[in-house]
C-alpha cells in the first residue's frame, strides 16, 4: 500500500558528506511524521532525526548540528544531509514515516529496507 524507498548511503571518508533521499509512494492520504532510523552492528535500531509534516524538529544528541533532516512534502520525500561524518555514524539507515494510507484509509507505519553508510576513519 506505501512503500518507502531510500538512496544516497554510500562509503565516506571521516569528515566528509553523504545526503539521504526517502521517497514515499502509493496509496497515501497524508504523511505525519518523516524520519530517520540507524542500526549499526550489536546494536539496537534508534531514532537519528524526525519532522513532522509542520516541520517540527527532532534530532538524536549525537548528530546535533552535523545533521539535518528536511521534507518536501509535494513529493512525499525526506531528506537527511549528514556533514562532518565520523566512523561511529557507520551503520543501517532507515526511513520511517508514520501515514494515513489504503483504499479505507488507516493509520500505517512504514519503513523502508535501509540504506547503509559506511564512513572510513
Known amino acids: 500500500q506505501v512503500q518507502l524507498v531510500e538512496s544516497g548511503g554510500g562509503l565516506v571518508q571521516a569528515g566528509g558528506s553523504l545526503r539521504l533521499s526517502c521517497a514515499a509512494s502509493g496509496s497515501i492520504f497524508s504523511i505525519y511524521t518523516m524520519g530517520w532510523y540507524r542500526q549499526a552492528p550489536g546494536k539496537p535500531r534508534e531514532l537519528v532525526a524526525a519532522?513532522?509534516?509542520?516541520?517540527?524538529?527532532n534530532y538524536a544528541d549525537t548528530v546535533k548540528g552535523r545533521f539535518t533532516i528536511s521534507r518536501d512534502n509535494a513529493k512525499n520525500t525526506a531528506y537527511l544531509q549528514m556533514n562532518s561524518l565520523k566512523p561511529e555514524d557507520t551503520a543501517v539507515y532507515y526511513c520511517?514515516?508514520?501515514?494515513?494510507?489504503?483504499?479505507?484509509?488507516?493509520?500505517?507505519?512504514?519503513w523502508g529496507q535501509g540504506t547503509l553508510v559506511t564512513v572510513s576513519s
Open positions: 519532522i513532522t509534516s509542520g516541520g517540527r524538529l
Open positions: 520511517n514515516a508514520h501515514t494515513v494510507a489504503g483504499t479505507t484509509p488507516r493509520y500505517l507505519e512504514v
